[in-house]
């Protein structure tokens, strides 16, 4: 069974500034999918930013961009210029074959003014 | 657009009585899906529906927990009896994946806050 795995449950960044959240995942499929999930206190889950695992260019989206590490079964989040907004819990996820999404704890993630 | 819709919002009950959420998907999205999030943890697939055929219910508690999804449209989640570790968020999500192999983006809805006293 594939298991995701975020070993950062808190983390604190000023705004402005850039901060990287890290996941690591468990799998022997080869081809997948990994996504990274945003939840604000409203409880809605917004997609952030996703990658293919047969993709080897890593993906952005504005102020976020991913670096994935297939070989290490590592794939963080970059957030750049880091904004008020972005105050949220932050979830990375696998799909794979079976195309179930699996979720690692989350990290929370606080933006200062 | 509209997004995915569910009621209520926020429910509070007491162990062993029974509780039912709605979810009403994106239009057009055949497939739906149910989540439980309890505090501190990531989401975690209960149930999926492909229009109003079930494709994984592996993780739902059948003991307890039920699921349907009359003419590929509406969903209901059903909990019966409740138990104190019941007490979660369930969230519901939609997307337009056509079938097996194809990966099309899920859609959250805001989710309901169930407390079992």
């Known amino acids: 069974a594939q298991t995701v795995t975020q070993s950062q449950p808190e983390m604190s960044v000023q705004e402005a500034e850039t901060v990287t959240l890290s996941c690591t995942y468990d799998t022997s499929e080869n081809n997948y999918y990994l996504f990274w999930y945003k939840q604000p206190p409203s409880r809605q889950m917004i997609l952030v930013i996703r990658q293919e695992a047969y993709k080897q260019q890593n993906a952005t989206e504005n102020r976020f961009s991913v670096n994935f590490q297939k070989a290490a079964k590592s794939f963080s989040l970059k957030i750049s210029d880091s904004q008020l907004g972005d105050t949220a819990m932050y979830f990375c996820?696998?799909?794979?074959?079976?195309?179930?999404?699996?979720f690692g704890k989350g990290t929370k993630l606080t933006v200062n003014p | 657009e509209a997004g995915v819709a569910q009621s209520p919002r926020y429910k509070i009950i007491e162990k062993r009585q029974s509780v039912a959420f709605w979810c009403n998907p994106i239009s057009g999205h055949a497939t739906l899906y149910w989540y439980q999030q309890i505090l501190g943890q990531g989401p975690k697939l209960l149930i999926q529906f492909q229009n109003n055929g079930v494709v994984d219910d592996s993780q739902l508690p059948k003991d307890r927990f039920s699921a349907e999804r009359l003419k590929g449209v509406d969903s209901t989640l059903k909990i019966q009896p409740a138990k104190l570790e019941d007490s979660a968020v369930y969230l519901c999500?939609?997307?337009?994946?056509?079938?097996?192999?194809?990966?099309?983006?899920?859609?959250f809805g805001p989710g309901t806050r169930l407390t079992v006293l």
């Open positions: 996820a696998f799909e794979g074959g079976s195309e179930k999404l699996v």
């Open positions: 999500a939609s997307s337009t994946r056509e079938g097996l192999g194809s990966h099309n983006e899920q859609f």
